[in-house]
């Protein structure tokens, strides 16, 4: 069976940091690509963070977290790893990693294209 599991999330104060993985089982990431998606309530989803590991290892980040996210990947455990440091109040979403190319504008998370994680709730506090 092929699928995604993911872990980590939970709740922090403004300024702290949380570390989310997701490990795969029936495909390998280096050979997928994977990223990371959010989903606000009341926001659509998007993607936050995507590495091309099936083409160069080249790692997208979008603009509101670059600096304060590392998108990291283990191909021995299967696992990719989304370090998240000087959380804020806006990053509070349900997190999705989903394997396959970047989905650039998705439509919802998760969403029809790829292999999608259960998600996981981060909540960033004030």
């Known amino acids: 069976e092929v699928h995604l599991v993911e872990s980590g999330g939970g709740s922090v104060q403004v300024g702290g940091s949380l570390r989310l993985s997701c490990t795969a089982s029936g495909l390998s990431f280096d050979v997928s690509g994977v990223g990371w998606y959010r989903q606000a309530p009341g926001n659509e989803c998007e993607l936050v963070s995507h590495?091309?590991?099936?083409?160069?290892?080249?790692?997208y980040y979008r603009a509101s977290v670059k600096g304060r996210f590392t998108l990291s990947q283990d191909n021995a455990k299967n696992t990719v790893y989304f370090q998240m440091n000087s959380l804020k109040p806006e990053d509070t979403a349900v997190y999705y990693c989903a394997a396959g190319p970047p989905i650039l504008i998705p439509v919802a998370c998760p969403a029809d294209i790829g292999l999608w994680g259960q998600g996981t709730q981060v909540s960033v506090s004030s």
């Open positions: 590495i091309r590991s099936e083409v160069d290892g080249s790692t």
